[in-house]
């Protein structure tokens, strides 16, 4: 019991580590991927095999995600929209917060839990049983053959994936507002076409899923490396990631909507 | 021929080694020995760049390995290769996966077949040939080391260091790993540097011993000279007498 | 075992992933219910334990508190000006954003995005912790003294969560909602006379912000440790729970939220009104 405590200990104090610190390390870590992308160091295949596995971690609670994100948007929409009488305007509604926020917010959130976490728990297990320590043995670079591809695969995921997911919500919030307040769906979609909403508000949510996706893949992929201590140590990795991964992703969303406006 | 020169390393206010110099001449077979946490694995990570001296210089044939880079140092790991403790085999491809990785990464085979080929004769020179499409997770640790040392084998290094190579394993498994470091040595031209503190493997195929104490080299010397030795450390620990000036 | 994180089999298609994955939610829903319903049980007939749940109220809330009114500070700020930027598109003024905002701040933002915060937070360390304990045979050597794992490790944490929840959601609305009428005054320049507006905030919407708390409050902590009790094997089995418990808990938090605020509508929508 007193093992764990002080390892919960532990943990705070490595994911409050000084900010600062922290963003030099994860610049750091991106300069090294960088340089590894461009002295063509990035292992083609490893990136493909880490693609295909984030692509299929990711679908299930994407789906889910996105239906239910979706649902709750017109629930939250509803009143508003009812108090203005206005029902051709439910879809402009549910979808400019759907599209620009709660879309890439969301999607980033689970794919951090989902594949940044699991991402960590890789590389710290194999930076614990001194796999990492084996490919250096051999002469082969971990920043490109491990590294650079886990960092690819999860920003393309997060941006294929935001993409993906606001249209499955605004098709989900179609039918819940048929649903809940009887709007007919191709109302729903004319209010979500009609001028009020445009490519603009799409591409808005995308810049942030990468943005969102370079602080997840750094996160987890930083987190995973510095593990130390056993089986523990790697509990405590991931939970460092996604807490940084979390709280990184609300920061960048701020300052990228002002940014991008 | 690997050289420590003087070589000195602290963890923290611990001091692991202190001013150790010797030479591992090639081709033989050079055992490191001592005591758990005397030091041995510490001291054959410096060879390959692992870990960096406090001070000393060590050296493989001409090239000053504690002054290189980690980018330099790629070209040393080609030449020497490391086996760790544990087998460290990358779980998620099979045997031979792990095998032909490093024949990939460095371009030795031009097309997929002939890296396959090659790999599988790797795993054939340490018997394990049969289980290549095996993962490592289905195989017991025997199998693994020597999985991993076919994997370490594959850039033809001209130095093979071994970290404890038959701990955790059975006498029989650990017999086996002893012949074939032996058969590298003999048949291969390859020079080994071994960290052991099993004394069968030491007895049995050492040409060369070193044997740490406190961080300090206390005797260097052939298998005979150990057993002849009238230090009264090296008697307890080449005899494993649980009483003696060694500490607990 | 589809998530152990090393372990991995490329061959599975998509369509496996998704049907596996509704049987693990199957699985995993059902296993975790009989925590709950074990955790419920302790609650009316286990050891009392003041201190364990005082220590786990520290852990789960004050520590998470600067996380999540930080969080919450930029999403108020972030959410007025999307709101008002948009609603400027369809309407001329401004007057009712202060008010829709607290709105929807009681009725959803405040819980839900706390409990996000919370299930990434505090979910991935009781999984860790319990994770560790499970694959180091700490758990085992509770049972064989014939203490129950529940009682002793989860329970506090149960209550320790709900309550803080509550804590969290209160403290973290009124930053957001603090920042968020700063964000109106620098944009809008909208005064905070006419942003701080309650008129919007019925019982219903009141209730449901409660109702949510409650609820986020007991999934997150059940989700989690069971996540951790029932990790198994070496290190990679630790990172495997850990994992688990974030993506079960936000999971939850999402479909939990979309079931009560869709209650809520169908119930009472017409009061809302």
Redesign the interface.
């Known amino acids: 019991?007193s093992?764990?405590?002080s390892?919960?200990r532990d943990?705070?104090r490595s994911a409050s580590e000084a900010p600062l610190r922290l963003a030099g390390r994860l610049a750091l870590l991106l300069a090294a991927i960088g340089r590894a992308v461009a002295e063509g160091e990035l292992?083609r295949r490893m990136f493909v095999?880490s693609l295909?596995?984030t692509g299929?971690?990711s679908?299930?609670?994407v789906?889910?995600?996105a239906l239910?994100?979706g649902?709750?948007m017109v629930?939250?929409a509803?009143?508003?929209v009812?108090?203005y009488g206005a029902h051709g305007?439910l879809g402009?509604g549910a979808g400019?917060?759907t599209l620009?926020?709660i879309g890439p917010l969301?999607t980033a959130?689970?794919i951090?839990?989902?594949v940044g976490?699991?991402n960590?728990?890789?590389l710290?297990?194999?930076v614990?049983?001194?796999?990492l320590?084996?490919l250096?043995?051999?002469?082969?670079?971990p920043v490109g053959?491990l590294i650079a591809p886990r960092f690819l695969a999860i920003v393309t995921t997060l941006l294929l994936a935001t993409l993906f997911a606001d249209a499955l919500a605004l098709v989900g919030a179609a039918y819940?507002g048929a649903a809940?307040l009887g709007v007919d769906p191709a109302v729903f979609y004319t209010g979500l076409t009609s001028g009020?909403l445009g490519f603009g508000d799409v591409a808005h949510g995308l810049v942030k899923s990468v943005v969102f996706g370079v602080v997840i893949a750094l996160s987890s992929c930083h987190y995973g490396l510095a593990t130390t201590g056993?089986?523990?140590?790697?509990?405590?990795?991931?939970?460092a990631a996604?807490?940084v991964s979390?709280?990184g992703v609300?920061?960048c969303?701020?300052f990228v909507?002002?940014l991008i406006? | 021929m690997i050289s420590f020169r003087e070589v000195s390393k602290r963890f923290g206010t611990r001091t692991v080694l202190d001013r150790v110099t010797f030479d591992v001449p090639r081709g033989a077979i050079s055992f490191v020995i001592g005591a758990s946490g005397a030091g041995k694995s510490v001291l054959i990570k410096h060879v390959?760049g692992?870990v960096r001296p406090d001070a000393g210089e060590i050296w493989l044939d001409d090239l000053e390995v504690s002054r290189l880079g980690e980018r330099e140092?790629?070209?040393v790991?080609?030449r020497c290769?490391?086996v760790?403790q544990?087998a460290?085999?990358?779980?998620s491809q099979s045997c031979l996966e792990n095998v032909a990785?490093?024949l990939e990464?460095?371009g030795r085979g031009r097309t997929g077949a002939e890296i396959r080929a090659r790999a599988r004769a790797l795993l054939a020179r340490v018997h394990m040939e049969p289980f290549a499409d095996r993962y490592p997770s289905e195989l017991g640790e025997g199998m693994k080391k020597r999985v991993?040392i076919a994997?370490?084998l594959?850039?033809d290094p001209e130095y093979v260091l071994f970290d404890e190579p038959t701990t955790g394993l059975d006498p029989v498994n650990a017999r086996r790993v002893d012949r074939l470091i032996q058969t590298l040595s003999r048949e291969g031209g390859v020079t080994s540097l071994v960290v052991s503190h099993d004394l069968t493997s030491i007895f049995g195929i050492a040409d060369r011993i070193v044997m740490l104490y406190k961080g300090r080299v206390r005797l260097i010397g052939t298998p005979d000279d150990f057993r002849q030795s009238d230090d009264p450390v090296v008697r307890q620990f080449v005899r494993g007498e649980a009483e003696g000036p060694m500490d607990a | 075992m589809s998530?152990a994180?090393?372990v991995?089999h490329?061959r599975?298609r998509?369509l496996g992933?998704?049907g596996q994955?509704?049987i693990e939610t199957t699985r995993t829903v059902g296993s975790a219910y009989g925590v709950f319903v074990r955790t419920l049980y302790y609650l009316v007939r286990g050891r009392h334990e003041p201190g364990a749940i005082a220590r786990q109220m520290y852990?789960i809330g004050n520590?998470s508190l600067v996380?999540v009114s930080?969080?919450m500070g930029?999403?108020g700020?972030?959410?007025v000006?999307?709101g008002g930027?948009?609603t400027q598109?369809?309407l001329p003024d401004l007057s009712q954003l202060g008010a829709?905002f607290l709105?929807?701040l009681v009725?959803?933002l405040a819980p839900s995005l706390a409990a996000?915060?919370l299930?990434?937070?505090v979910g991935?360390?009781i999984?860790?912790?319990?994770?560790?304990?499970a694959?180091?045979e700490?758990l085992d050597a509770l049972r064989l003294s014939a203490a129950d794992p529940v009682d002793y490790l989860v329970k506090p944490r149960f209550v320790a969560s709900i309550v803080m929840l509550f804590v969290l959601t209160i403290v973290s609305g009124t930053v957001a909602y603090a920042c968020g009428l700063v964000g109106a005054r620098v944009f809008f320049d909208l005064s905070p006379r006419s942003f701080v507006d309650s008129s919007l905030v019925d019982p219903v919407d009141l209730g449901s912000g409660l109702v949510k708390c409650l609820a986020y409050g007991a999934a997150i902590p059940i989700l989690s440790a069971h996540a951790g009790l029932s990790a198994k094997g070496?290190?990679?089995?630790?990172?495997?729970?850990?994992?688990r418990a974030?993506?079960h808990s936000?999971?939850a938090v999402?479909?939990l939220?979309?079931a009560i605020?869709?209650g809520a509508?169908?119930l009472f929508?017409g009061y809302?009104?």
């Open positions: 019991m093992d764990a405590e390892g919960a943990e705070a292992d095999k295909y596995e299929v971690r679908l299930p609670i789906v889910l995600t239910f994100t649902g709750i629930v939250q509803a009143p508003i009812e108090r305007l402009w400019f917060g620009r926020e969301l959130l689970m951090s839990g989902r976490a699991n960590t728990a890789e710290g297990t194999m614990v049983t001194e796999q320590d084996a250096r043995a051999l002469a082969i670079d053959f819940v809940l009020l056993g089986a523990p140590g790697v509990g405590r990795s991931v939970n996604v807490v979390a709280a609300f920061l969303d701020f909507s002002f406006a | 390959t692992f140092l790629a070209s790991r080609k290769a490391l760790f544990h460290t085999l990358f779980d990785l490093p990464k460095h991993a994997r370490a594959a850039l | 998530d994180p090393v991995e490329p599975k998509v992933a998704l994955a509704g852990e520590r996380f930080l969080v930029f999403v700020v972030i959410l000006y999307q930027v948009q598109r369809v829709t709105e929807l009725r959803d996000l915060m299930a990434t937070r991935a360390g999984a860790a912790e319990l994770g560790s304990m694959v180091t700490q070496g290190s990679d089995a630790v990172g495997a729970a850990t994992t974030v993506v936000s999971l999402i479909a939220d979309f605020s869709f509508h169908a929508g809302s009104r």
